[in-house]
């Protein structure tokens, strides 16, 4: 049963700062990584993929892969208060193996 | 482009009665996908699609069935509603070939459902 772990939160950052959300997983052949964010009330949107070790970066976003930890995080920069919503992780399995999995999700709560 | 459409946005059964939720897409995505997701959950995927005339059991698929008689439309049946049923139902597609790992899901606007 592949796991997926987020911190359900919330987490709480002031506008201007940068916000951190993580995420575990436990299948080490995963290939696949996602972050969506889901406004309360709406349905998930992605926002950045990863498929290689290390950094990708789209505006204030960047994702970070370590796949050796089983550890992949979501730097928001520059928060702002619309940045708030619940931030889901998901994680592929090995090659052919298709359906992500999703965890729990991450609050977040930007605060001016 | 539409993208993914659900209908209906909100119902409510009474226990027992049955329903179908619609799914289409516009995108020509071969893979379709269901998923309920309960308050403060994650994603639970009930069924899944590969293509038309193809669908598979997700993690949760007890009191649903699926069909998908074309590559844009994907309905999930309700048959014997039961509280447990309630949640919201959220529909997905990507197009996936199974030669690589990319796999970028895009969702409907989600049916919220009630069971009393």
């Known amino acids: 049963q592949k796991e997926v772990e987020q911190n359900s939160g919330p987490l709480s950052v002031p506008e201007g700062a940068i916000a951190s959300l993580n995420c575990t997983y436990s299948d080490r052949g995963s290939q696949s990584f996602f972050w969506y964010r889901q406004y309360s009330g709406k349905s998930p949107e992605l926002i950045m993929s990863?498929?290689?070790?290390g950094d990708k970066e789209d505006g204030r976003f960047t994702a970070q892969l370590n796949k050796a930890s089983q550890y992949v995080s979501l730097l928001i920069r520059d928060s702002q208060p619309s940045d708030s919503a619940t931030y889901l992780c998901?994680?592929?399995?090995?090659?052919?193996?298709?359906?992500?999995?999703f965890g729990r999700g991450t609050s977040l709560i930007v605060h001016p | 482009n539409a993208g993914v459409t659900q209908t209906p946005k909100f119902r409510i059964l009474k226990i027992g009665q049955s329903m179908t939720l619609q799914c289409a897409q516009d995108?020509?995505?071969?893979?379709m996908y269901w998923y309920r997701q309960d308050p403060g959950m994650g994603l639970k995927l009930i069924y899944y699609s590969v293509g038309a005339g193809i669908t598979d059991k997700g993690e949760v698929p007890n009191g649903y069935n699926v069909s998908r008689s074309t590559t844009e439309d994907f309905p999930l049946r309700l048959e014997l509603a039961a509280p447990s049923q309630t949640s919201v139902y959220f529909c997905?597609?990507?197009?996936?070939?199974?030669?690589?790992?990319?796999?970028?899901?895009?969702f409907g606007p989600g049916t919220r459902l009630t069971v009393l």
């Open positions: 990863i498929y290689s070790n």
């Open positions: 995108m020509n995505h071969n893979y």
């Open positions: 998901a994680v592929g399995g090995e090659r052919g193996s298709y359906i992500p999995t």
């Open positions: 997905a597609s990507s197009y996936f070939k199974g030669t690589s790992v990319y796999n970028e899901q895009f």
